[in-house]
């Protein structure tokens, strides 16, 4: 297991989790999500492949219209 932070709040996850895994685990399909680990942008593409370490900085973001 490993811990992280996801938008200000301690997260537990399996170790070997993706942002992928994470996005499932909190019930969200990404589509309208910025993901951003550790001050970095994590495109829609590289998701599946990004692996989350102990310790990393998420921030899930949701898109907002307006006028």
Request: hydrophobic residues 40%; aromatic residues 2%; without cysteine.
């Amino acid at each position: 297991m490993i811990t992280i932070e996801l938008n200000g709040q301690q997260q537990t996850l399996p170790a070997d989790s993706t942002v992928s895994d994470l996005l499932s685990i909190v019930g969200s399909d990404g589509k309208s999500l910025a993901v951003v680990v550790n001050e970095q942008i994590i495109r829609p593409e590289k998701r599946s492949a990004h692996k989350l370490q102990e310790g990393d900085r998420v921030e899930l973001l949701m898109f907002a219209g307006g006028g």
